[in-house]
T-cell receptor
């Protein structure tokens, strides 16, 4: 099992630019999550999908953030336009149906917006 | 607002001693509980899960759950320098439709002193 795969590992961009983060979940996992981690706020859930359908995006900070899951093996998180306060580590995670199933995390994307 | 509380630390423990990490949660309906370990610059990895009141042992790790007190803990016996990491407590978030991913505490930074 290859695990959850995220790309890129690091992204440095200038304020105002568009950023796209990518994720491939573990095959067979029905749920996909996008989390953001900062020192101040810890791990925050941004959005999650069940069978490619967005279920809850209440954690998405504002309209600059959007996420898609066009098929069971691929998801993107896009920030447009990016701002310095978006600098964080973004994790993608997947799981089998919830209630007792743990999350499996990708290696994360460290985003720096200057 | 579902909350998971942990002492941020750092918690400093001599090598070979028992490290005790604590977590409280607000949602009385929570049924499953997870401990993740996160090394600096890495992604969270699952180390223990517990679903029933009492103790669950796995090697040097013991998870303890008390649902009446809404309290879950992690004990690490014979602590090793390689156990130095941040330990995250995670609890499912429940809405009317079911579980909505995991809510994470901000983590306890554990330092094992050689």
């Amino acid at each position: 099992d290859a695990g959850v795969i995220q790309s890129p590992r690091h992204e440095v961009t200038e304020m105002g630019q568009e950023v796209t983060l990518r994720c491939k979940p573990i095959s067979g996992h029905d749920y996909l999550f996008w989390y953001r981690q900062t020192m101040m706020r810890g791990l925050e859930l941004l959005i999650y999908f069940n069978n490619n359908v967005p279920i809850d995006d209440s954690g998405m900070p504002e309209d600059r953030f959007s996420a898609k899951m066009p098929n069971a093996s691929f998801s993107t998180l896009k920030i447009q336009p990016s701002e310095p306060r978006d600098s964080a580590v973004y994790f993608c995670a997947s799981s089998l149906p919830l209630d007792g199933s743990p999350l499996h995390f990708g290696n994360g994307t460290r985003l720096t917006v200057t | 607002q579902k909350e998971v509380e942990q002492n941020s630390g750092p918690l400093s423990v001599p090598e070979g001693a028992i490290a005790s990490l604590n977590c409280t949660y607000s949602d009385r309906g929570s049924q499953s509980f997870f401990w993740y370990r996160q090394y600096s610059g890495k992604s969270p990895e699952l180390i223990m899960s517990i679903y029933s009141n009492g103790d669950k042992e796995d090697g040097r790790f013991t998870a303890q759950l008390n649902k009446a007190s809404q309290y879950v803990s992690l004990l690490i016996r014979d602590s090793q320098p390689s156990d130095s990491a941040t330990y995250l407590c995670a609890v499912p978030m429940y809405s009317g439709g079911g579980a909505d991913g995991l809510t994470f505490g901000k983590g306890t930074h554990l330092i094992i002193q050689p």
